[in-house]
């Protein structure tokens, strides 16, 4: 059957000898599926399947090599035990929501800690495998230049100046995880998953093995469709602030994991977000009978920080307000 999700041809927009109308096409295609779903497949996008590959094979040996000490070693830490609440590894047990492992690296910053603000700590990279490391950085200066294409697409389809857009990402505050969901024969009763949510960020590349019938997107009449891997695309959604930079054009949309595979399933997002500082207001006009609000807006350090200290999928690393 052939895939819901619409598959955006992104080769066109990258090659320096495409026509002018060529690459407004893709614009204009990647913006009916930004308007229409919230979902896309892109391929021809520049980053090779060999990259893809070994950086899918580096995950999964560490999810079946890594000893739990070594985990442990690197494990994400609250602020108040030297940690940064963001980075490095985690086992998430919910059985309402799904149990997963992952790890979370993100654009390195200068550290002054410990105690460090939420986000602001030294990466913690494992020493199995020992090329993650230089693999990954390999791979986040890949997808984040392409994160940058797909943003200057993005502002051709919506007729806006991309600079609006590459002077709040050239600093990106990207995040690189790498999750683990384990196979059901002979584990835990638990849902191997994460429960629906929306991302917070700008967009969402994910790279995952060729497990199918694990993520699920909500589609507009209120059913759960699948959106299996096609080798060699990206799996891309919006998230919410791209939605508050359309003015809701486009729309972050709810998805969930749901793993029943046997198997261990291996993914890779690649979230492309703001630079930390960024501001991020509507860059389209109020429609008719719309009030054009001047304060509205969001700053991303402070969305970041919230939603890190107060997941959906996990366990809270901060109690609640109880005011």
């Not at 990206?234 to 939605?243: H, K, P």
């Not at 006009?285 to 969001?298: A, F, L, Q, V, Y």
Request: negative net charge.
């Amino acid at each position: 059957m052939a895939p819901v999700l619409p598959i955006i041809d992104f080769g066109p927009f990258l090659d320096p000898e495409a026509s002018l109308e060529a690459k407004k096409n893709v614009a204009f295609e990647l913006d009916r599926a930004c308007r229409d779903v919230g979902f896309f497949y892109l391929k021809n996008h520049g980053v090779s399947l060999e990259l893809m590959t070994a950086m899918l094979d580096s995950a999964r040996e560490f999810f079946e090599t890594a000893s739990p000490e070594e985990k442990e070693r690197i494990a994400l830490r609250k602020t108040a035990e030297g940690g940064d609440n963001a980075r490095g590894w985690l086992s998430v047990r919910k059985p309402d929501a799904g149990s997963h492992e992952a790890v979370d690296f993100y654009r390195p910053v200068e550290a002054t800690g410990p105690p460090y603000i939420t986000g602001m700590g030294p990466n913690k990279w494992p020493s199995t495998p020992p090329n993650l490391k230089e693999l990954s950085e390999t791979y986040v200066e890949k997808v984040t230049s392409l994160g940058n294409s797909v943003m200057k697409a993005i502002a051709m389809g919506l007729g806006v100046d991309d600079e609006i857009f590459l002077s709040r990402i050239n600093k990106a505050f990207w995040n690189l995880r790498i999750l683990g969901y384990e196979g059901r024969k002979s584990k835990s009763k638990e849902n191997a998953g994460i429960g629906q949510h929306t991302d917070f960020g700008i967009l969402t590349f994910l790279l995952t093995d060729s497990t199918k019938n694990s993520l699920q997107v909500l589609d507009k009449t209120g059913e759960w469709i699948w959106a299996d891997p096609i080798e060699g695309c990206y799996v891309c959604n919006i998230g919410d602030m791209l939605s508050e930079w359309t003015r809701n054009a486009y729309k972050s949309t709810l998805h969930r994991v749901c793993h029943n595979s046997d198997s261990l399933r291996i993914s890779i997002p690649l979230f492309f977000d703001p630079n930390w500082d960024a501001f991020i207001s509507p860059v389209i006009s109020p429609g008719n009978g719309e009030s054009d609000e001047k304060t509205r807006g969001i700053r991303y350090s402070d969305t970041f920080i919230r939603s890190v200290e107060k997941p959906l999928w996990r366990d809270p690393l901060t109690p609640p307000d109880s005011s």
